[in-house]
C-alpha cells in the first residue's frame, strides 16, 4: 500500500484531493472556494466550477478571474443606474442592443447590482432604461417576494450627470 502525500507540502496525511487536476491535497493546503463565489457571472468556466483547490491550480485558474471579477464587481458598485420612470435628460455616449435581464433574486438591491454588474462585464459605466419587478411567493403562513429586472447597459458621460446634479441642487429643478 502506498501512501499519498500532498503536493504541496509533502506531508503523508491527504485527506481530499484537488478537483481541478485530481492531485493529493491535505487539509491545511487544500483552498476551498465558495459556491457562491462566482454567482454575478453569465455563464462561469468550467475550471471555476469546483470548490477545492491545490495551490498551484488555484495561484493559476482560480486568483486571477478572482482579481478580474472583483474589478467588474467594483465597476458594478459605482455604475450610473436610470430607471424607467425617471425623466431625466440622460448624456449618452453609446448604448448596448442587448437587453440585460435577472430572473430571480432575493431584492431589489441585489437584482439592480446584477443588472449594474453584467453592464459593467460588457464595458459599460451605466443601467438605463431600468425596471425592477416584484413577485409575492407564499409559503404556507410565510410570505416573500421573489425580484427580477431588465435593463439596458450603456456608456454615459459620468462629467455631465454630475453637472446636471449640480444644477438641481443649486436652481431646485
Known amino acids: 500500500m502506498t501512501v499519498q502525500e500532498c503536493i504541496n507540502c509533502r506531508k503523508p496525511k491527504v485527506t ?10 491535505c487539509k491545511n493546503c487544500l483552498q476551498v472556494l465558495d459556491v457562491a463565489t462566482f454567482a454575478f457571472l453569465k455563464n462561469i468556466p468550467d475550471e471555476l466550477k469546483f470548490t477545492n483547490y491545490c495551490s498551484g491550480c488555484y495561484d493559476v485558474t482560480v486568483a486571477p478571474k478572482l482579481d478580474e471579477y472583483g474589478e467588474i464587481l467594483d465597476r458594478a458598485k459605482q455604475a ?13 455616449i453609446r448604448k448596448s442592443r442587448e437587453i440585460y435581464r435577472v430572473p430571480e ?28 419587478l416584484s ?34 441642487q443649486v436652481y431646485g429643478r
Open 80 to 92: 450610473f443606474v436610470f430607471f424607467k420612470t425617471q425623466r431625466k435628460e440622460i448624456p449618452l
Open 16 to 25: 481530499r484531493t484537488c478537483e481541478a487536476c485530481d492531485e493529493p491535497v
Open 135 to 168: 413577485v409575492k411567493v407564499r409559503h404556507h403562513a410565510y410570505q416573500t417576494s421573489k425580484w427580477s429586472g431588465s435593463g439596458v447597459g450603456a456608456m454615459v458621460d459620468g462629467s455631465k450627470i454630475e453637472r446636471q446634479d449640480l444644477l438641481e
Open 105 to 132: 433574486c432575493h431584492d431589489r438591491d441585489e437584482t439592480i447590482l446584477r443588472l449594474a454588474f453584467l453592464a459593467a462585464q460588457d464595458g459599460y459605466n451605466a443601467v438605463i432604461d431600468t425596471e425592477a
